[in-house]
Nanobody, 122 residues
């Protein structure tokens, strides 16, 4: 089992940047593929990005391609989401999630963090 804690959210103006971090407990972080999701008020949770176990594979939803970058540091048990050129429509609670057996937008993601709020003002 793994516990996930996100941080790095906040209020930023449109065009600005934020870097989200998600720290995992335990000594087996490298055995989990990781993903970032977001949920805006009144909307369903949406897949944002995913990264494979070693970090050699990444996947993004079309709306963030070229603006967001997912990365991981297995030595630090941490996955990151660098968000540049932020838009008001990026406003949401952002969650990280972990899956042992698969990765990408259709993975099961058995473990979730509590979320961090990102607000982008126009």
């Amino acid at each position: 089992q793994v516990q996930l804690v996100e941080s790095g959210g906040g209020l930023v103006q449109a065009g600005g940047s934020l870097r989200l971090s998600c720290v995992a407990s335990g000594r087996t972080f490298s055995s989990y593929a990781m993903g970032w999701f977001r949920q805006a008020p009144g909307k369903e949770r949406e897949f944002v990005a995913a990264i494979s176990w070693s970090g050699d594979g990444t996947y993004y939803v079309d709306s963030v391609k070229g603006r967001f970058t997912i990365s991981r540091d297995n030595a630090k048990n941490t996955v990151y989401l660098q968000m540049n050129s932020l838009k008001p429509e990026d406003t949401a609670v952002y969650f990280c999630a972990a899956d042992r057996t698969s990765w990408g937008p259709r993975a099961k993601y058995d473990y979730w963090g509590q979320g961090t709020q990102v607000t982008v003002s126009s």
